[in-house]
Every structure is written in C-alpha cells, then in structure tokens.
C-alpha cells in the first residue's frame, strides 16, 4: 500500500539508521580527550599539588610529603600512595619545596625538573641521577608529557639546598640557583600557573598578561612569601585570573597569613576564590 515501506525498503532504511548511529558514535569517539575530560587539583599541603590533567596524565609540584605538617595521613606513611607520576616538577630547593622529590623521580623514574642550578647539586652530590635531572633557568619550555607545555617564570625569593652528608653524618648546606614558579598549559589549554613562593614584583601583570592563566596558585602565608594583602593586591592589579587558589599557609607557625584575611582582602572581587583543604581535591 501506499505510505508503508515494503520489506526491501524497510531493510534499507534500517541499514541507513544503523550507518548514521554508527558515524555519530565515531565521531564522538574521536573527538580528543582533552575536551572529554575535567581537570582535578589535590592538595597535599602547603606548596603541594598534584595535578591529574584532562588526558589522564598526573603532574606534581614542590611535593613536601613525608615531613609535611599537614599531608594527608595515607601519603605521609606511604610515598608510593601518590601512585604514578608523569611530570614532577620543584620551584627551589627549600625543604617544603622539594621535600620528596627526588626520592620519587627515582621511584617513578622520570626527571625533576627545577632552576639549574638546583637540580646541579642534586647530580654532583649523588641526591639525583643525572638522567633523572632537567635543568631550568628563570625561563625556558619543555613539552614533559604528549600535550602538556610547562613554562618556568620568574619569582622573588630564594633557594638553598640543606643535605645531610653520609660520609660525615652532618648537615651541609648549598647554594641552589633562584627559583621560579611555573605556567602549566593542559591538553584542553587550560592555563595553571603555580607561583611557588615570591613575594611581589611588577612582572607579575607581564606574565599574566602575556600567558593568560585560567588558575593562580598564590601563596598567602606571609614573612617567607607575601601576605594576603599583598596576594590580594597583586591579584586585583596585576593578575586578574578567573579562578585562584591560596596555598603556602597553615603549615608552619611563622606564615601567620590566614584564608579568612585573604577573603577579606579580595571581597568585591570577581576573581573566584576556590579555598580547599589538605587532602581535598576539586575539579575544573
């Protein structure tokens, strides 16, 4: 009859249907990772993140773990809990900055990445392999993981590397370069930049106006880094970010700086303050 499909054409109109579901489903499965997956921030205290990126990969920073006053319980006892790690990255050499991270360059077998003239002492005194080092200066770029650029930019701080030395048993201490913080783009361009400790400096508007963060990491702690008015200042003026996240404070007794302070300084802001936790994770 009339308006019905016959048997044959029933068959074809099928075939065409499941072809259709077919290309759709493909195109779905094509479509990059990146623009699938969320970004996920863990806190492990102080200066510590770890970073699982869109595609999966995991990167961290300045991982002050077993000695850190506020590191979640499960990681402070068992390093190996982090699980595996694809790109590590220190902003200097200060203990509750680089804390475990050559320990775990080694476990992982991957490089550490840090200023030059860190991940030098490193090598020369046996802490690190040298294949397992990556030297940075105040700048440069690497490509650490598919997808994944980290770029070392200024900071106004310090660095000095404290090593026990076995043959002496005594503690030594050794010029480690200057530090950095770092512009961490994912695969999706989604821009991160980890400040690691510093205090203010006018370059701060040049590096935020030329790298386009998404996400600051700030410290906030005071008398090592800047307070938080100062934080909230450079944010306010020269930053401007959409979202920031405080770090560097509640683990030692002198960063006196509070997140309640660092509100206050930033209230009538736009900037999205995402306050967390040690242990906590969230997602972008």
């Given at each position: 009859?009339?308006?019905?499909?016959?048997?044959?054409?029933?068959?074809?109109?099928?075939?065409?249907?499941?072809?259709?579901?077919?290309?759709?489903?493909?195109?779905?499965?094509?479509?990059?990772?990146?623009?699938?997956?969320?970004?996920?921030?863990?806190?492990?205290?102080?200066?510590?993140?770890?970073?699982?990126?869109?595609?999966?990969?995991?990167?961290?920073?300045?991982?002050?773990?077993?000695?850190?006053?506020?590191?979640?319980?499960?990681?402070?006892?068992?390093?190996?809990?982090?699980?595996?790690?694809?790109?590590?990255?220190?902003?200097?050499?200060?203990?509750?900055?680089?804390?475990?991270?050559?320990?775990?360059?080694?476990?992982?077998?991957?490089?550490?990445?840090?200023?030059?003239?860190?991940?030098?002492?490193?090598?020369?005194?046996?802490?690190?392999?040298?294949?397992?080092?990556?030297?940075?200066?105040?700048?440069?770029?690497?490509?650490?993981?598919?997808?994944?650029?980290?770029?070392?930019?200024?900071?106004?701080?310090?660095?000095?590397?404290?090593?026990?030395?076995?043959?002496?048993?005594?503690?030594?201490?050794?010029?480690?370069?200057?530090?950095?913080?770092?512009?961490?783009?994912?695969?999706?361009?989604?821009?991160?930049?980890?400040?690691?400790?510093?205090?203010?400096?006018?370059?701060?508007?040049?590096?935020?106006?030329?790298?386009?963060?998404?996400?600051?990491?700030?410290?906030?702690?005071?008398?090592?880094?800047?307070?938080?008015?100062?934080?909230?200042?450079?944010l306010r003026t020269w930053v401007k970010p959409k979202m920031v996240?405080?770090?560097h404070y509640n683990s030692n007794p002198m960063t006196k700086g509070?997140?309640?302070?660092?509100?206050?300084?930033?209230?009538?802001?736009?900037?999205?303050?995402?306050?967390?936790?040690?242990?906590?994770?969230?997602?972008?």
């Amino acid at each position: 009859m009339k308006g019905f499909l016959t048997k044959g054409g029933l068959g074809l109109l099928l075939a065409a249907v499941l072809a259709s579901a077919s290309t759709i489903s493909s195109a779905q499965n094509a479509a990059p990772a990146g623009a699938q997956g969320k970004t996920e921030a863990l806190w492990l205290g102080q200066a510590g993140f770890r970073i699982k990126t869109p595609q999966g990969k995991m990167i961290l920073i300045d991982p002050w773990i077993t000695g850190g006053p506020k590191t979640p319980p499960m990681y402070k006892t068992d390093l190996a809990a982090i699980g595996p790690i694809d790109v590590l990255l220190v902003t200097h050499a200060h203990v509750d900055h680089i804390g475990d991270a050559p320990a775990l360059a080694k476990m992982n077998n991957i490089k550490l990445y840090g200023p030059a003239d860190m991940i030098t002492p490193l090598t020369t005194l046996g802490v690190l392999p040298a294949d397992l080092g990556h030297r940075f200066n105040k700048t440069g770029r690497v490509t650490p993981a598919p997808g994944i650029k980290v770029t070392a930019v200024q900071a106004e701080h310090s660095s000095l590397l404290v090593w026990k030395n076995p043959a002496t048993d005594k503690m030594e201490s050794h010029p480690a370069g200057e530090p950095v913080g770092y512009i961490i783009e994912l695969e999706n361009g989604f821009k991160i930049w980890h400040m690691g400790d510093t205090g203010l400096f006018s370059d701060m508007k040049f590096i935020s106006e030329h790298y386009k963060p998404d996400l600051v990491m700030i410290p906030i702690g005071g008398n090592f880094t800047m307070a938080p008015d100062d934080a909230a200042f450079a944010l306010r003026t020269w930053v401007k970010p959409k979202m920031v996240i405080p770090m560097h404070y509640n683990s030692n007794p002198m960063t006196k700086g509070t997140l309640a302070e660092f509100q206050a300084a930033m209230k009538g802001s736009n900037i999205k303050i995402i306050p967390m936790t040690e242990g906590e994770t969230v997602q972008f």
